[in-house]
T-cell receptor
């Protein structure tokens, strides 16, 4: 039983378009929600993260939207570029982040 | 800086064989963990450690053992490999401060035949 459900499994976006990846969670004790980006042959790396006391966080072209009542959060990539082509994982943790639980991942391909 | 180093990068085992996946970090991080990555399943936590001498189970611990004798090293042992353990294994570390990011190694691709 996945504690963090992620969709879609794969996504193709035109260059300059908006990429949107969605995640939902069940455990209301989660208090930290990071997104990780993974390129082929590499380990994941932190992209952006949010706490549930804010509804949105923006860093450059990347924005997390958070809906606490719906227990959902999403990653928006504005002006998507071919270099953004990677696998994206949403995640959740509680109590300081010692047990970080990941979603199933979304493979993003940005067409030039 | 080397960061998190995993060895080997690739390994093929026969069913029933044992092996140890090595993980070392040079960032003096207190917390280390092991994940396995499978298609459609994402990253699943196997075991983790919050400091030398302290380990605990994650989501999928069966078939794996760990120990943490030093801050730097966190090896993962497969005592009797099974085909279901074919996966890509990632080691990660993080500082002890609240919500500090995970730093991942580049993975070990393991195939069990």
């Amino acid at each position: 039983q996945q504690q963090v459900k992620q969709s879609p499994q794969s996504l193709i976006v035109q260059k300059g378009g908006i990429s949107i990846i969605n995640c939902a969670y069940e455990n209301t004790a989660f208090d930290y929600f990071p997104w990780y980006q993974q390129f082929p042959g590499k380990g994941p790396a932190l992209l952006i993260a949010i706490r549930p006391d804010v509804s949105e966080k923006k860093e450059g072209r990347f924005t997390i939207s958070f809906n606490k009542s719906a227990k959902q959060f999403s990653l928006h990539i504005m002006d998507s570029q071919p270099g953004d082509s990677a696998t994206y994982f949403c995640a959740a943790s509680r109590g300081g982040g010692f047990k970080t639980i990941f979603g199933a991942g979304t493979r993003l391909f940005v067409k030039a | 800086n080397a960061g998190v180093t995993q060895t080997p990068k690739f390994q093929v085992l026969k069913t029933g064989q044992s092996m140890t996946l090595q993980c070392a970090q040079d960032m003096n991080h207190e917390y280390m963990s092991w994940y396995r990555q499978d298609p459609g399943m994402g990253l699943r936590l196997i075991h983790y450690s919050v400091g030398a001498g302290i380990t605990d189970q994650g989501e999928v611990p069966n078939g794996y053992n760990v120990s943490r004798s030093t801050t730097e090293d966190f090896p993962l042992r497969l005592l009797s490999a099974a085909p279901s353990q074919t996966s890509v294994y990632f080691c990660a570390s993080r500082a002890g401060t609240v919500n500090s990011p995970l730093h991942f190694g580049n993975g070990t691709r393991l195939t069990v035949t």
